[in-house]
């Protein structure tokens, strides 16, 4: 079955950084953009960042464009959020999304705060 497990998340100052992973299992990884969501209590989930299959095309919401970088290594089914120059307005649960399959992991915890 579909498993997407996070990792990666904790508590850190504003200005710091943090490395999200995600690991995929149950589908064959390498042909399916992935997608990473971020939510807060009371709020809709919000799309932070895309990558394709290949991992040649990246997309990044607003917010955190040139702060974020995402990433992949097909060979570990595995697809990375590299966090920088975190703000507190970053804290949330973070989840990774296959395109195209409607799964979440459990999602891992972000808490920026000084």
């Known amino acids: 079955q579909v498993q997407l497990v996070e990792s990666g998340g904790g508590l850190v100052q504003p200005g710091g950084s943090l490395r999200l992973s995600c690991e995929a299992s149950g589908f064959t990884f390498s042909n399916y953009a992935m997608r990473w969501y971020r939510q807060t209590p009371g709020k809709e989930r919000e799309l932070v960042a895309a990558i394709s299959s290949a991992g040649r095309s990246t997309d990044y919401a607003d917010s955190v464009k040139g702060r974020f970088t995402v990433s992949r290594d097909n060979a570990k089914n595995t697809v990375y959020l590299q966090m920088n120059s975190l703000k507190p307005e970053d804290t949330a649960v973070y989840y990774c999304?296959?395109?195209?399959?409607?799964?979440w992991g459990q999602g891992t915890q972000v808490t920026v705060s000084s």
């Open positions: 999304k296959a395109v195209g399959w409607a799964h």
